[in-house]
């Protein structure tokens, strides 16, 4: 019971506390959100490294947060601050660089985990980094409200599931074995809340979140945008299940109420990030 009421109460205050990020602070494209999605993805990584710890794999936490944080810094730079693009790639080099170099002076009793910290540091600056990147891109848009509306998508999709896997779910668990608390009803119930928020912005705000002239093209391609990235952020939930699992942890961190850790918050968020980017930029830019 405790669980559920923290997780009402993030859903709650979490969700207008997006939506007035999003729409009230849309200042220096977004700058405001995009602070946050660099914050949670360098903590992100931090919980990642803390995982990888268990298994003898040793990246400090300062360096981890750099890395998990130096792709969406980067967009930012050129987003928000207007800095030429090649700062992205020089950014992200320079991370990649780094993983490579300063393990060039670790002590002797190190050399043979030497590759596995390297592999493991590369990975840091993907994931979560280099996924919410794409978040942080859609900035480029000059329409918060496009931006409003993956976040919305991905939190209903996260929302439904869980409700529906709650109600539902509990004769149809352990389909997939990285996730054995995971229901069918469950992932059928957050590509329901997806496509339902998709077909709300279409009734409802058809012009503030899309520029296609045709409704009836707009409806077929939201609902096909909604279904897509519903699916990812339930891919990119069990991506992270599977990192968990086989760091033998049940929450990536306990700093989220309801939710365990902060990449158990944004493991949706990031895997379907440059989906929704893709189809969106295609369908309706």
């Known amino acids: 019971m405790r669980k559920i009421i923290e997780r009402l109460l993030v859903f709650f205050i979490g969700i207008p506390a997006v939506v007035a990020i999003v729409l009230l602070l849309p200042f220096y494209k977004n700058l405001t959100l995009n602070i946050v999605v ?28 750099i890395l998990g944080a130096t792709a969406p810094l980067a967009i930012t730079l050129n987003i928000s ?25 670790s002590r002797s009793t190190e050399i043979e985990t030497i590759i596995n910290k390297i592999i493991c540091s590369f990975s840091l600056l993907v994931y979560p980094g280099f996924f919410m990147f794409w978040l942080i891109k859609m900035s480029s848009w ?28 509990k004769n149809n668990k352990g389909i997939i074995a990285v996730s054995p608390n995971k229901s069918i009803a469950g992932y059928i119930g957050g590509l329901f809340g997806s496509v ?53 942890f049940v929450d990536s961190g306990k700093s989220m109420l309801g939710r365990g850790g902060v990449l158990d918050s944004i493991d949706s968020l990031a895997v379907a990030a440059p989906v929704y980017y893709l189809l969106f930029s295609y369908f309706f830019q």
Not at 40 to 58: D, H, N, P
Not at 81 to 105: D, K, V
Not at 205 to 228: E, G, K, M, R, W
């Open 38 to 65: 660099i914050f949670f993805s360098g903590m992100g990584a931090v919980e990642f490294s803390s995982m990888l710890e268990k298994k003898l794999i040793k990246i400090p936490k300062v360096e981890s947060f």
């Open 81 to 105: 601050f207007c800095l030429p693009e090649w700062i992205i790639p020089l950014m992200i080099m320079t991370g990649l660089g780094w993983t490579l170099m300063s393990r060039m002076f």
């Open 142 to 169: 000059e329409k918060p409200e496009a931006v409003l509306l993956f976040l919305i998508i991905a939190f209903a999709n996260d929302s439904a599931a869980w409700f529906f896997g709650t109600l539902f779910g």
């Open 196 to 248: 339902i928020i998709a077909i709300g912005a279409v009734l409802f705000f058809p012009y503030q979140f899309f520029s296609v002239s045709d409704y009836t093209a707009i409806f077929h391609l939201a609902i096909i945008l909604a279904l897509c990235t519903g699916i990812t952020a339930s891919l990119g939930d069990l991506a992270e299940s599977a990192i968990k699992r086989s760091c033998g």
